[in-house]
């Protein structure tokens, strides 16, 4: 055969790993829509996926072994056309098939193994010819182009090699451009056409080949004494092979896992982190085509395994004690503040990943030409009998790798750590069975030399309890050891002192709960209670602290209460934080659900009078998709009762182009939907009718005192000072959110640096642009004909005309400061404390405190006493406040004053080293 024809058929195959890959990414998605993004569902779609490979490469083996296949080539055409026409249909069928999942799909408290099976059942029936055709192709090929004495290995590398190429390359183009700008749909259309093509291409190659490459003769197929002389070692390489199968999944998958607890869990982040894996699996395979004779195959495989094993030794030291390191910390904070651009982040995700993923990859990249080439030596097969049998077993070997590490190994160590020790002595063992197998007479002093080799390292290298974090780097030093600390199947969840201060959890090193948050969770808890909605079913999404459902819980119309959880462990963690949750685990209205929130909803026929949703807007977070999607508030709203209300909580820190995609897919989907505005946190209060907001509810409210004193910490302690949180009607008009075109996953970086370069922070641009939206609606505020007040003696414009020029002040003030204008910062400051609004005492308490240390600078220590009272009254808990003014106090020679502030300081921030080193000159002047 011309070799034209060979590099012909390895480019049609990368073009086929290409599409293979797009459809494996967006297949993924899609199913996830269907059965949810809880572990077990991503579990039962990975592990579908992979058995419908292994389907494939057992059939093709088979009839292969029968000399069933009179023209491979032909077959492997038929087989990318099956492909393609199989992707056309799952791209009309999946996004129809939610009918037949809620068949067995409803929602319960317990575990549902009906359901478990029927989902298993209906996604292999979908999933299983197009996967089985994936499958069938390696094997068809190797057998096509091994037809010649001595090119197993090397075929096997290169068709091997080339089409993992093409899934790196679709890795990173699917993650950074085809879903951005083509949508998820759009994208599969690509897949489908390229199958095709590779399909019309390959059938007319094969019109021309079927005389030209020779069929093996059985002495060609190493029937000679060296193979007979190890062909009981066959069974050991199918050994072999299901164990790098599943060692190398299983570290991909705990890998990953660690890396989102340093990275953040993006889209770029899983396309770099896919790419490079690939990639070096593609680089290692065609490392082994290059070798012409390997002179001790079992030593160089022995010698792969074993270095494995050290760098997963070495990984396990990255993870959970060098990335501690205040160098390593410094580096990521770098790349991830506010100043980074999207370059800085995403390239040093890319780095961070070469040097976790890219060494490992290429080994396990020549671990399979290798093994598969000594068991082709051994059995004396067909070469595509014995490629398919060795991919047979190595995907099983995936297919569990995948599944018992997180299932049984993680569970029943209580570490990923732990875990991984164990993959990497299965590693090393491994490695050593293949020294032991080779012919030295010095076999056994090099076993015993390694494995005493792989101890000291591992010594060397030990580590904490303790994955490091990188959003909440914080948390990870020594005043924030963990109080509950749990690497669950799903996620790792923290339970922690933030800075002595305040109790804290996390998420895969995200925090996500927190008392400093209070104000927050108790408001979305409250707000909807100050409506004329009648609220007795509720549906909370999240857990988290479970601070959000105790605010709902002091309301005792509510009589039933639905949480949706998706991670197991944070119920335990919730148990930390009674205090604030009304011991929610334990209380009699509340049923927990552990469960994805579109998933449950999707199957769930319950009908809510409130839906509260605290959608988390992390940096660059992939689950913004769903919880920020239309998709998403379509389910909401169908579960909405007619006069129910759904609530959701969104920063203004968050880029303002994303803010206007959130208000946007929101208001396209929800008749009525209100704004409310306390500080940096926005509320959008939606619904199917109009649900005014009424005097009386809100008097009612305040009449509770346990719902009192919520509200009076965020500042609420009348009608009047709840309505100057009001914005208006959310009528906003620009991009939407949704499943098939997730903006919210891409430019977060991008978006906030354009923010910084045009007003300094998102927060004030989102300001300006929610300020611009109030004003808009002045008419209809004043004349009260929105959809929250019915009263038009009961708001009063002015009143929130001076709240929003306040703020305009107080931002100004501090732009003003960071150039270095303090004639102008200190005109912005005193601006807002003339102001005077009740609802914006922390930004009166902050101004206060600026103009009390302009006047401590030029020694008018009385005019800045007055000022620091000032914030001291406005924020009692104001530490640094306390502590300029016992400075002040001290250069008035008054020491007992002084004194009594800085212990005031001293109380609510032990650690002042300011307040010391006065209190001890004070000390030393008596």
């Known amino acids: 055969m011309p070799r034209i024809k060979n590099w012909s058929v390895l480019t049609l195959f990368f073009i086929s790993g290409f599409s293979g890959l797009i459809y494996q990414i967006l297949w993924m998605r899609q199913f996830k829509y269907l059965l949810g993004s809880s572990i077990v569902s991503v579990s039962i779609i990975v592990a579908v996926f992979m058995l419908g490979l292994l389907v494939g490469s057992w059939w093709i083996g088979k009839k292969l072994a029968e000399n069933k296949i009179s023209d491979e080539l032909k077959l492997y055409g038929k087989l990318e056309l099956i492909i393609g026409v ?98 998820v749909n759009n994208s599969l259309v690509i897949a489908i056409i390229l199958n095709v093509f590779i399909g019309l291409i390959v059938l007319i190659l094969s019109r021309s080949s079927k005389t030209n490459i020779p069929t093996l003769k059985n002495e060609e197929i190493n029937t000679g004494k060296a193979a007979q002389s190890i062909n009981s070692r066959s069974n050991f390489f199918l050994i072999a092979a299901f164990t790098t199968g599943f060692i190398s999944i299983a570290y991909e998958v705990l890998w990953i896992r660690c890396l989102n607890y340093l990275l953040n869990s993006s889209t770029y982040t899983f396309a770099i982190v896919l790419g490079i894996f690939l990639f070096g699996i593609s680089f290692g395979s065609i490392l082994v085509s290059f070798l012409k004779r390997v002179v001790k195959p079992l030593i160089l495989v022995g010698i792969i395994q074993f270095v494995l094993s050290l760098a997963s030794v070495g990984i396990i030291y990255l993870f959970y004690e060098y990335a501690y390191s205040e160098s390593f910390s410094n580096l990521f904070i770098i790349s991830n503040g506010l100043e980074s651009n999207w370059y800085e982040n995403v390239g040093l995700n890319f780095i961070f990943s070469l040097i976790v993923f890219l060494i490992p990859a290429v080994l396990m990249g020549m671990s399979f030409p290798f093994i598969s080439d000594l068991y082709y030596r051994a059995k004396g097969e067909v070469p595509g009998q014995a490629i398919s049998k060795i991919y047979v077993f190595n995907t099983l070997g995936c297919i569990l790798g995948a599944l018992i590490p997180v299932f049984i190994f993680i569970p029943a160590f209580g570490s990923i750590k732990t875990t991984l020790y164990v993959l990497a002595v299965l590693n090393l063992l491994l490695a050593l069975y293949f020294f032991l197998k080779t012919k030295s007479k010095y076999r056994s002093v090099l076993v015993g030399v390694l494995f005493a080799l792989f101890t000291l390292i591992t010594g060397i290298l030990s580590s904490g309890e303790y994955l490091a974090s990188l959003e909440s780097i914080g948390e990870d030093n020594n005043a924030d050891r963990p109080i509950f600390y749990k690497e669950g199947i799903m996620a790792t969840v923290k339970v922690y002192n933030k800075e002595g201060k305040y109790k804290s959890m996390s998420i895969d090193g995200v925090t996500i709960a927190s008392e400093d948050f209070k104000q927050k969770e108790s408001i979305i808890g409250h707000l909807p209670f100050l409506t004329n909605a009648s609220v007795k079913e509720v549906l909370v999404v999240g857990l988290a602290s479970g601070s959000t459902i105790g605010s709902i819980l002091k309301h005792d119309e509510v009589e039933n209460l639905d949480v949706v959880e998706i991670v197991p462990s944070v119920i335990k963690g919730a148990d930390f934080f009674k205090t604030v949750n009304g011991d929610v685990n334990n209380h009699p209205k509340v049923d927990i659900y552990i469960d994805d929130i579109y998933s449950f909803l999707s199957y769930s026929k319950r009908q809510y009078d409130l839906i509260s949703s605290d959608g988390k807007f992390g940096v660059l977070n992939k689950s913004n998709t769903t919880m920020l999607s239309k998709d998403y508030y379509e389910q909401c709203y169908e579960h909405l009762a007619e006069n129910g209300i759904f609530v959701q909580w969104i920063s203004t820190q968050i880029p303002n182009a994303h803010l206007k995609t959130v208000l946007t897919t929101t208001a396209s989907v929800f008749p009525f939907s209100e704004l409310f505005l306390l500080r940096k946190n926005l509320f959008i209060l939606s619904s199917k009718t109009p649900v005014p907001m009424s005097s009386e509810q809100v008097l009612k409210a305040l009449n509770n005192p346990t719902v009192a004193a919520d509200l009076s910490e965020s500042g609420v302690s009348s009608p009047q000072e709840m309505l100057s949180a009001y914005i208006g009607t959310n009528n906003t008009l620009g ?192």
Not at 88 to 98: A, D, E, G, V
Not at 126 to 147: H, N
Not at 156 to 173: C, H, P
Not at 867 to 883: E, I
């Open 86 to 183: 199989f992707g056309l249909l799952l791209l009309i069928i999946l996004p129809n098939s939610k009918s037949l999942f809620a068949l067995l799909g409803q929602p319960t408290l317990s575990f549902n193994v009906v359901r478990l099976i029927y989902n298993i059942v209906l996604t292999t029936i979908l999933l299983v010819i197009p996967t089985a055709a994936m499958g069938a192709t390696l094997p068809l090929l190797v057998s096509y182009f091994s037809k010649q004495s001595n090119t197993f290995r090397k075929t096997t590398a290169q068709f091997y090699s080339i089409n993992a190429l093409g899934g790196a390359f679709a890795a990173v183009l699917t993650g950074f451009f085809f879903i951005k700008s083509l949508g």
């Open 735 to 926: 991009t939407l959110n949704t499943f098939d075109t997730p903006v919210l996953e891409y430019d977060y970086i991008t978006e906030r640096k354009k923010d910084i370069d045009k007003s300094r922070t998102s927060d004030f641009r989102n300001f300006e642009f929610l300020k611009e939206k109030y004003l808009e609606s002045e008419q209809a505020i004043s004349d009260s004909k929105n959809t929250i007040t019915n009263n038009e003696n009961y708001i009063s414009f002015n009143s929130n005309r001076k709240f929003w020029g306040s703020r305009h002040f107080f931002f100004l003030a501090n732009h003003a400061l960071l150039d270095g204008k303090k004639a102008d910062a200190l005109k912005g400051f005193s601006e807002v404390v003339s102001i005077n609004h009740s609802a914006n005492g922390n930004d009166i308490a902050v101004s206060a405190k600026h103009i009390g240390v302009f006047n401590l600078d030029t020694k008018r220590y009385r005019a800045a006493i007055k000022y620091f009272d000032v914030a001291t009254k406005k924020v009692p808990g104001y530490s640094n406040a306390y502590t300029l003014k016992g400075v002040s106090y001290y250069y008035l020679n008054e020491f007992d004053s002084s004194r009594m502030n800085f212990a005031s300081a001293l109380e609510l921030n032990p650690n002042d080293q300011t307040a010391q080193e006065f209190l001890t000159a004070i000390n030393k002047k008596d």
